[in-house]
């Protein structure tokens, strides 16, 4: 543990080092962005995981983006005891680089060194790569040393670097920020959700408990059953590029921190962030014919639909 800890120490130094070398060596283009999202307290997150909070945010162009995106690179804390880290810890934006050969190697070495970080933290088993500490022993270990507010993922991040002509033939003509909405439904065979059905908290009787298993013994061969849930909302931003055959070239990653553009002749549009609307989670909801088991458990069934089969026939 002490040994750790003196890697640790090593690792934040090195990282520091090195944000400081990148900081005074990288060239920037004065165009810039940057999505200021309000912040969201650990009483109002549950609200928010469910869909039913709106985020307000406030655009911000060229040189004060340029700041917002440099701090938020090297920010790893959440601003207060009160914000959740898991929405403090996203900060969206876009910066374009205008010598990218000359910090690349910082680049890639700035990552690399985050990498060793989360492995340190983890305690990664050099020769499985299995973690030996849990999640417990890890919060521990992080948060004894550098205190409770430090938001892990987000040291942990690396920098994403999009190469603007990824060929001859295409550039990056523009990006766009949006809010995604996500569907993260956990699918069960039916005899295990019989067993969910008996091992939840569902508040139902025996009766009512044995009927619905009877329902999923029923449908079993017409019916698929899942929990319900949904993803925190994120922000996503699609790089469109030019169109190769007649059709344009789209790549959509995570926008959880700022983004670095290279290697572009023109600079890209950039379309700022979309209005946070938590109503579209409802309408990803759409398009299968839902029936509720039991609202408390979020257990659903829907028919297996044609295009279930063709996938389960390939």
């Given at each position: 543990m002490v040994n750790d800890f003196a890697r640790f120490n090593s690792l934040l130094t090195t990282l520091d080092e090195l944000y400081e070398s990148l900081y005074s060596a990288m060239r920037l283009s004065p165009t810039a962005y940057f999505a200021d999202i309000d912040d969201v307290t650990k009483e109002d997150f549950k609200a928010f995981s469910a869909g039913e909070l709106i985020l307000g945010h406030r655009d911000r162009?060229?040189?004060?983006?340029q700041m917002r995106c440099l701090n938020a690179l090297q920010c790893f804390h959440r601003p207060s005891r009160d914000i959740s880290g898991r929405v403090a810890g996203k900060y969206p934006g876009i910066l374009l680089l205008e010598n990218h050969e000359d910090v690349i190697d910082t680049i890639v070495?700035?990552?690399?060194?985050?990498?060793?970080?989360?492995?340190?933290?983890?305690?990664?088993?050099p020769v499985t790569?299995?973690?030996?500490?849990?999640?417990?022993?890890?919060?521990?270990?992080?948060?004894?040393?550098?205190?409770?507010?430090?938001?892990?993922?987000?040291?942990y991040r690396?920098?994403?670097?999009?190469?603007?002509?990824?060929?001859?033939?295409?550039?990056?003509?523009?990006?766009?920020?949006?809010?995604?909405?996500?569907?993260?439904?956990?699918?069960?065979?039916?005899?295990?959700?019989?067993?969910?059905?008996?091992n939840c908290n569902s508040g139902l009787n025996d009766e009512q408990l044995k009927a619905l298993s009877q329902q999923i013994d029923d449908t079993r061969h017409s019916h698929r059953f899942?929990?319900?849930?949904?993803?925190?909302?994120?922000?996503?931003?699609?790089?469109?590029?030019?169109?190769?055959?007649?059709k344009p070239m789209v790549n959509t990653i995570n926008a959880a921190q700022p983004i670095i553009l290279c290697n572009y002749e023109d600079a890209p549009t950039i379309r700022p962030?979309?209005?946070?609307?938590?109503?579209k989670r409802k309408a990803n909801r759409q398009g299968h014919a839902w029936i509720c088991l039991n609202e408390a458990m979020n257990l659903y069934t829907r028919p297996i639909t044609e295009a279930d089969r063709k996938r389960e026939e390939r």
């Open positions: 162009f060229n040189v004060q983006a070495a700035i990552n690399t060194t985050k990498t060793a970080i989360k492995q340190c933290v983890q305690d990664v088993d790569g299995a973690h030996r500490r849990n999640h417990l022993q890890k919060h521990e270990f992080l948060h004894q040393h550098r205190g409770a507010e430090i938001i892990s993922y987000q040291l690396h920098i994403d670097v999009i190469n603007c002509r990824p060929d001859t033939d295409t550039a990056l003509k523009s990006v766009n920020f949006y809010w995604a909405y996500k569907n993260a439904d956990q699918r069960l065979l039916p005899d295990r959700a019989k067993h969910y059905l008996y899942y929990v319900r849930k949904t993803r925190n909302a994120s922000v996503n931003v699609s790089l469109y590029y030019g169109a190769v055959d007649g962030l979309s209005a946070h609307i938590p109503q």
